[in-house]
């Protein structure tokens, strides 16, 4: 089967969340099940911009309403990914540095996903799949079933993967001419909310929606950020599929990230040089329990609550544990972290940014990984800190309930149901009570490092859904 999934992001082209880590391992994995897995991006002018060849396999032209823009597409040269991987270069809309935040996001997918359907089009590309990821590529389920010029690709199934249900992409009706022609009378399918709404249409119109979790597809029918109705009614084509991780890449004996390798045996002396070396970095203690946080700074993740859990934390448990944060958001926040600094010396410090290496070491030297997430679709920081040895102590939502269970109740990490400073103090409390037991915190460090996340059976669920869609 040939399938193409298209995506904002992909690891390691262009990584701001999880979204990069699925698109740039579930295509491998498919491939691996003997399917034929493509997977286009938007040529950003990045690091793997310049650092990667390509060779050039189409141009052509793009209207967006009265603009016109023109179009490349690159292939990678050396299929390193374990894909055939594309960017559409379309120079003054993506030849920038990050992939959102711009004034003209709209501008800049809408033009990226009509360049992918020309693109087909245009090439005669026969293909059974494609497979959308998120907002920024919501509208190719309408275009291929409702715009004149993509007629080829009418009965093509198109798949949703909805990994954020927060973000949809909204825009006014004053720019629906950036569509390419179609039947009007099917602009109800774009509308949400009295605007263009992308991944609501996207629900409308893709022959299947998947969410990256069981549980959190029970959810967003309740809290979807206005979508819930929408969500509900379109129930029967909905399926929760829990992502994996990549064990190519996350793997302890071979993660070239770390400070220090090891393998299940030797788990302790590899995990206390990666610790050392974070504390030695970072001014902290390693004989102390390390808790830490991995992620963006914003109230989804509960990091809100960061710098009152830390400072009520290093007070009721003075000494008793060091606190580590590498995040980026919310400029508040950023700033109210580092003043903590000031406060906590030798207990307590922050590292504010984008750090793929340092975060790869956290996962391997911390002892506890924070995770007190208001919404949480799946998760992937969980799964890599469980395959590290790290302890996740978890709020009870979507992919977290689906992937963390109580070691109170027989299980391996540390659960809460709220995301208050009070229900993740008293989780810390637990860490610390639980890392001075060295017999059971050892035992339950080695139980997590075996757990099974890996790709290879999430990819067969995938090629179900796909094999649905064609039969
Ligand atoms: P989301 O996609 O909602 O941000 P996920 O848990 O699905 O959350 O994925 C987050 C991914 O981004 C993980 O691979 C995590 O390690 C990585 N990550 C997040 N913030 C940072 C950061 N500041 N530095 C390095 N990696 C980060």
């Known amino acids: 089967m040939e399938i193409f999934h298209i995506s904002a992001e992909c690891y390691p082209v262009a990584k701001v969340g999880g979204l990069a880590d699925v698109v740039g391992a579930l295509p491998k994995y498919l491939n691996k099940l003997g399917h034929t897995a493509k997977v286009v991006v938007p040529g950003y002018d990045n690091k793997f911009t310049q650092e990667n060849e390509f060779d050039i396999v189409h141009k052509g032209l793009l209207k967006l309403g009265w603009f016109q823009f023109s179009y490349t597409i690159l292939k990678e040269k050396t299929n390193k990914l374990g894909f055939d991987l594309y960017l559409i270069a379309i120079p003054e809309l993506f030849d920038r540095p990050n992939v959102y935040s711009y004034e003209d996001d709209t501008e800049r997918f809408t033009a990226f996903q009509i360049a992918f359907l020309n693109w087909l089009t245009e090439t ?8 959308c990821h998120d907002h920024h590529t919501g509208l190719i389920p309408f275009m291929v079933q409702f715009c004149y010029n993509y007629p080829h690709f009418k009965n093509t199934p198109t798949v949703l993967t909805i990994h954020n249900g927060q973000y949809q992409g909204w825009f006014g009706f004053d720019k629906i001419h950036y569509l390419p022609d179609f039947d009007r009378g099917r602009s109800g399918f774009l509308e949400w909310g009295g605007v263009i709404n992308p991944l609501a249409s996207a629900v409308k119109c893709a022959w299947k929606v998947t969410t990256v979790s069981p549980s959190y597809l029970d959810e967003i029918s309740n809290e979807a950020n206005g979508l819930e109705n929408l969500l509900r009614f379109e129930r029967s084509k909905l399926v929760g599929i829990l992502n994996g991780i990549d064990t190519d890449v996350w793997n302890t004996q071979t993660d070239e990230m770390l400070h220090a390798n090891y393998t299940l045996k030797g788990f302790k002396k590899g995990k206390a040089a990666n610790k050392a070396f974070l504390c030695e970095q970072f001014n902290l203690d390693p004989k102390l329990p390390l808790f830490t946080f991995i992620g963006r700074l914003v109230g989804e993740k509960g990091a809100d609550l960061l710098p009152q859990i830390c400072s009520v934390a290093l007070n009721e448990f003075y000494q008793k544990l060091n606190i580590l944060i590498l995040g980026s958001g919310d400029t508040n926040l950023e700033r109210g ?38 919404v949480e679709p799946c998760g992937l920081n969980q799964m890599y800190a469980l395959r590290y040895g790290t302890i996740p102590i978890v709020r009870r939502t979507g992919g977290l309930k689906d992937t963390v269970y109580d070691f ?13 400073v009070f229900d993740v103090t008293h989780s810390m409390y637990r860490g610390i009570q639980l890392y001075a ?22 990819a067969e669920e995938y090629s179900a859904v796909y094999q649905s869609l064609i039969n």
């Open 408 to 420: 109170g109740d027989g299980g391996f990490g540390i659960c809460h149901d709220k995301a208050s």
């Open 337 to 374: 972290l580092q003043n903590l600094q000031n406060f906590y010396h030798g207990n307590f410090n922050t590292y504010i940014g984008y750090n793929e290496k340092l975060a790869h070491i956290i996962y391997a030297g911390a002892d506890f990984l924070l995770m007190p997430s208001r």
């Open 124 to 131: 005669n590309q026969q293909l059974d799949v494609i497979h």
């Open 437 to 458: 037991d060295t017999k059971t915190f050892d035992a339950i460090i080695k139980t997590t490092m075996q757990i099974d996340h890996s790709w290879d059976k999430v």
